[in-house]
């Protein structure tokens, strides 16, 4: 296991990628990457299934059974809607009036899995499904290949190093041209505890997680890092639950109620740059995790006195923000996991892109409860 590591509590700005599924659309043509990207069960194409993502990283607007806070701050059980990161498989629909919107979404997903294996099956981090949202190892660490580096190889960043009650804004790059870039927020995440663990040992966590975090995401991650001659490590941090600490902070994502579909979809909230110490987006990807010595050698928070107490101020002034937007838009504390298929191989229905067999499909929307 990793040793001497030096952890330490910070504010950490999480860039992931931002995009969504284009090649997904009507107006698309069903060329290759269509092709390895999904079946449609529709032959107007407005509905169907989202393959397993095996290229690079994107954001879905999804559907799922959940939990999130009322204005009276007690959770409510039902369905809500969220942005957030689901790279198995999911159904989904086309949202044809969003299309030209700016940062609307474009469709709609309700997300399953299957046991269906190819090779480059991307893992999902976050991982907010299930009792506690999971970090575990989206850039922990760097591979340098360049010419121009001495040392060669894969190198661990700061992300292995947070100390409990650490605060990761995950979002992404928002905007079309440098000039106006912006910072979407879809979760926060709290560092509630952690383990060190090695790719090439990842049975270890075994029973400190569920089936589907293990066979979605770590799994996924010992596969696609199979070939690396080095040990590599990584921390899997499990996020503060609303449950356990109900005043704060703790770990959530930005959602709202799912009521119907018009009044459920909403653009991604935007953070202010200056108000929040956060990096200009430049990349889709990268972190910054200087934000906490910012804010205390600006001594901006005059009257917290350590910093835990920075942290909470700033969870809670985004908290604040979110209730005071114009959107309706709520907290949510918990997403259901994802339920798994054992009767889907999408290798049967590769010929053409579309499934024509309306039982499966009947079948995969009764395990969604998705009877639209």
Known sequence: MAQNRIRQKKIVQFFHPGSQYEELLVNKRIGKKTKDSCLFTKTNRLEGIKLWNTGNHKRKFIRMNGE???????????????????????????????????????????????????????NTDPFVYGDSFLYSCCQQNV????????????????????????????????GNSKTNYQFALDTVFVVSNYIEFSLNNISVLKNSVTPTFYECVLSKIQTNNSNSSNNVYCTLYFGETFSNKTKGPYSFIICKPFNNIEESIFSRLVLDINKYSLSQPGRNTGFKDTILEEIRDKNEFINCCNDSEIIEKYWSIILSEISASQKGLKIGVRVKEPKQTHSFNPDNYSDDCFIRDEEFVKEIKIMLDYSN
């Not at 409510?76 to 609307?104: H, R």
């Not at 121009?148 to 979002?171: A, E, H, M, V, Y």
Request: hydrophobic share 30%.
């Open 68 to 122: 999130y806070i009322n204005d009276a701050s007690k959770s409510v059980e039902g369905e809500i809607a969220f942005w957030g990161e689901w790279e198995p498989e999911s159904y989904f629909s086309i949202l044809e009036n969003n299309k030209n919107k700016k940062d609307m979404p474009l469709h709609i997903h309700q997300p399953f899995y299957s046991k269906h294996f190819k090779s480059n099956m991307q």
């Open 143 to 174: 591979t340098r290949k360049s010419e121009r580096f001495k040392n060669k190889g894969i190198f661990p960043t700061t992300l292995q190093d947070l100390d409990i009650g650490s605060l990761i804004l995950f979002g992404s790059r928002i």
